[in-house]
């Protein structure tokens, strides 16, 4: 096949010519179109969010602070310890001990129940792997995003303040809100 | 049976041209083509394929149906396909049928992520199932063993357990119960599956149908690292992975090296990595003050030993315990001979052999090596039992047998556990194996008074003769393998003679001319006995088997010499002789006398607690560095896996710091640095570095260094008239023998706890019903005074008019019965409690 130059030319689309009144004229019309823009804005009113007071609800598929779950009926914990998210994590920021469960001191549903269960939050990246990779729906990610504090150790969150019901302190969004 | 010659063929595995050695197994051999074909019971170290799992189906041109590749050799020319649709579609038949029963437990199986099962059905299964009913159940998890846990839903019935128990440990305890579906795995009568290689199950089950009690959910495989190195605990020195979690070790595997373990590890090995996180281990140097042993900083305790060891001038006394690497050892040995100027040090708990002697049995020509002991025409195990004194190498010698048609012969005073499987067995008289080696000597060459010699030994002349006669005309490879133990006489004249008969015999059958495949194969008391020998920790040689300027004491001289207040200070290198060496009371009274004891201990054994003036910590199996060197000649290299406990230094350190202290020139900075000095030292070790020595080891006799090796003592020799072994008369001679079970690491690993031994002494029915004494019963045993009570433990195949004792048991032992004149073996009488 031979090569056919003509094919390869782009046509280049090139707006008016500047220059006179004319383009004066274009500039200020284009001027007012942009500005008409923003002062139907001001006709709007106010759309400022005064946060920490006022919280705009989060949806329900939002990544925020995990939470660890229990059986609502026995009240055994979901979690067995399998450690499946601490392998899914790409942050590196969970840790999972795990024990057998006992007939005297039965934890979990299964054979073994994690004795320690740590995430450290500031290293998290809230990217759901976590809840992805539970074969147990034990952990899912909730809709807290408040995390700061003024100590990094505090930041790793034990099993107990993960299991625990947190503190609601954002708004989940309705149904078609 | 001769090591067969193994010639190449080509075959075709999808559609590429493969060379491979004729006889592989079609599944072996497609790895050499980078064709993966999936199997679960397949497993080359088991022996003979089975077939059972059917995963491993291929088509083959020619053959109408599929064939399993497992068992399946190549041939010549032979087409093989993997990949077509007909393969798939069995392949994925297969993995749902033995998915049917397995229950989806993978989250919490500790299995879960190393698990071929796993893979497998990744890999070549459908993804789905079609089963609707409800699976297989069993109770779960139930306990095979103390040690391991079963799961008899996950089984997929692969066989390999089972094959194991029967086939290559022959313990014959595991088999399967029922038919079909109901199949699982356990013992016969329901009794838990307690043998010294039981551990080995685990790691080939290729499910989590087998796991381990210990490491029952202790991490998963993505929280793990592995460590190689090499465990110190016996002279099999097997390599081991340590798995490593938080800087703990949590579960020991095997590391596969043919030509040492040939990928099986004891029970002891597995499991007593657990010693080394419990409260009784010593972790910082202790110190004695107003007689109790207290922490003390390292500056004080450093100060403290060079004290001591200054104040007694050149009286001081030196051991070195199996478990001390070379480099350990050498640091040892330059600080008696170069700061303190002594040469008593000793690593031999008894007997004394010139540094000629020495380098014949040693010698590269006369050396067999453990892979030798699969290929051999007949193999003599001469006064050692292997699976206490060398585990792994119990195996080596079944697996010869079984697979290749080795003839053994077993010639000890205590029966062994591989008398089922020997062609022939030969019973001595406990410490008469001087006398029984001349008469073997004899036997061989068909000259001298077999009989009288037999009589001597306590042994069956017509025996002897058969097992001269059986050495003589089984071939050109023959191998010895031989217990340091033969060696340990008080008098050097007749450890002296006893190795000459050895030599003497072993010139007989050709084993000295440097054949592959023949030779001698010493098993010696320590864990790196071969290694210290070599380096020179003994007080009649120097490094490399030369003969020094001035020969010191021997282990046992030094215990009389520290009695009789001749030796003011002992330095115990890993080695308590209180616990583990012959002759407790001569031990315990030089103890106790001794103005100064420095020790090495990881744990406080009763010698070291009683009167140790210094303790510092030594180093767990997975923390150590350094060298050891294989009975066969290998050296291999200990890794650390792990940290050390906080503060603590390791034992060469300790050492140089001491040289340093009384005023040597510690020359090493690192461990690696007295390996070089060890390497310059000895001549055949020349030129060996870390990397040479890498993961599997080298041995020194393949190395051109090698030619350096002193000429020994080779003959010819005319041998003594040995000691005759005493007649019973009413009373018992007196034998020992230390279990594999015997050990500190035993008695503290909480997992292995329940297998610490009690003292047993074994008795021949015969000789007990003369003293009305049944099986079971509590026991007294009395020499000259001294009582040992026992249990009564009756075997038919114990020889008459010898009782059994083991040894390491603290007051129990059967050192504090043998007399301080060893020279006649020690005898007993034994009555009902």
Redo the contacts between chains.
Sequence with gaps: MTWNPDSDVVEVARGPEPGGLGGAYRVFGETLRGLKTSFMRVVEGTHTVEYPEEKIPVYPRWRGRHKLHKFEDTGLEKC?????C??ACPADCIR?V???NTPENRVSG???YAAVYEINMSRCIFCGYCEIAC??DAITMGSDFELADYNRSDLIFTKEMLLAEPMVRTPLRAEGE | MPRPEIEQITFTVDGREVEAPAGTMLADAAKLGDVDIPVFCYEPKLGAPVGACRMCLVEIEGIPKLQTACSTPVRDGMVVDTQNPRVKSAQESVVEFLLLNHPLDCPVCDKGGECPLQDISFGWGRGETRFVEPKRHFQKPVELSPLIAIDRERCILCYRCVRFSQEVSEDYQLILHERGADTFVGTFDGHPYVAPFSGNIMELCPVGALTSQAYRFRARPWDIEQSGSVCTMCPGQCNVSYTVRDDRVVRVLNRQNDAVDDGWLCDRGRFAYQSTYVDERVTGPLVRENGRLVEASWDRALATAAKLIDAAGDRVGALAGGSASNEDGWLLRRLMTEVVGSRDFDSRPAGLLSAGLQAALDAPEAQATVEDLDWAHAVLVLDTEPVDDMPVLDLRLRKGIRRNGVRLAVATSRPSALDPNAELTVRFAPGAGEAFVCALDAAIGGVGDVTGLAAAAGADPEAVEALGRMLREAGDDVIVVWGERLTHIADPERAANAARALLKASGRLGLLDGRTGSGLLQVPSGGNGRGLREIGVLPNVAPGFSEPAKVGRSSREIATATSAGELDVLHLLHVDPVATFPDRALWQSALGKARGVVAHAAFLTEGVAAHADVVFPSEASAEKEGTVTHPDGRLQRLRPAVGKPEGTLPTWQVLSHLITALGGRATALTSMMVTTEITEAVPFYAGITHDEIGGFGVRWQDRDASEDFPAGDTGPFSLDAPVAAASPNGALRLGSFRSVWSSPEVRHAPALKFLAPKQRAELNPDDAADRGIRHGQRVLVTADGTVVSATAHLRTTSPRGSVFLETGLGDESASALQSTEATVPSMVTVESA
């Design positions: 067995v310890g399998c450690s499946l601490a392998a999972v795990a024990t057998e299964g054979e073994r074969p147990f």
